[in-house]
């Protein structure tokens, strides 16, 4: 069974601009996470969809968000990009809603300048 | 919300010898308690996990421990090779169905 994919692993955006990241569930899998990996912060809980619906979200501010399809995959977006932004933006894919035995992808890293 | 504390920081061992690393978390309606290790470049790996209504799992040369009155919960690595090095994050999912990482442990295991 193939894991989680994230696309694109690396970006570099400049102050301002927005960002689309992208996950692919493992096959099967309808409960997409997100994550924000930071060295000061560590791994922050961003948000959580199941079939297509946002269940819980974390205390980030309203420039980021995101969205699931129908087939599972998903997105989030960040906009008007800030330096404090840089980080490892992971996802992480289950069967179960709720935080539940989660799986991880590799990360997309952006670097905002 | 929920929080989670995770000690040591660092910890080097020697190849051999056993480590552990121990967690304590704030809501007591916390009811899942996932390990994950993650290596340079990749995303955290899930390797084992318990629920609430289990004291002790084991998998091989890992094992976590749950003290449920105490809030706290361990990992125990036995037999370290240099393979285990890597940073280990325990987690918690609370009442809120949100899940809540520890700090991480940087562990090196000496040859």
């Known amino acids: 069974k193939a894991g989680v994919t994230q696309t694109p692993r690396y970006l570099i955006k400049t102050r301002g601009q927005q960002v689309t990241l992208s996950c692919s569930p493992i096959?099967?899998?309808?409960?997409v996470s997100w994550y924000q990996q930071t060295p000061g912060q560590g791994l922050q809980f961003l948000f959580e969809?199941?079939?297509?619906?946002?269940?819980n979200k974390g205390n980030f501010p309203g420039r980021f968000s995101g969205r699931q399809f129908s087939n599972s995959r998903s997105e989030m977006n960040v906009s008007t990009l800030e330096l404090g932004d840089s980080a490892l933006y992971l996802c992480?894919?289950?069967?179960?809603?709720?935080?539940?035995?989660?799986?991880f992808g590799p990360g997309t890293r952006l670097t905002v300048t | 919300g929920e929080n989670v504390e995770q000690h040591p920081s660092t910890l080097s061992v020697q190849e051999g010898d056993s480590a552990v690393i121990k967690c304590t978390y704030s809501?007591?309606?916390?009811?899942?308690f996932p390990w994950y290790k993650q290596e340079l470049g990749k995303g955290p790996q899930l390797i084992i996990d318990?629920?609430?209504?289990?004291g002790e799992k084991k998998d091989q040369r890992i094992a976590v421990t749950l003290n449920k009155t105490a809030k706290h919960f361990s990992l125990h690595i036995t037999e370290t090779q240099p393979e285990d090095s890597a940073v280990y994050y325990c987690?918690?999912?609370?009442?809120?169905?949100?899940?809540?990482f520890g700090g991480g442990t940087r562990l090196m295991v000496k040859p």
């Open positions: 969809y199941f079939s297509e619906t946002q269940r």
């Open positions: 318990i629920r609430s209504n289990v």
């Open positions: 809501d007591s309606a916390s009811n899942y």
């Open positions: 096959s099967g899998h309808r409960s």
């Open positions: 992480a894919s289950s069967a179960i809603a709720g935080g539940y035995e989660q799986y």
């Open positions: 987690a918690a999912v609370n009442a809120g169905n949100m899940l809540t």
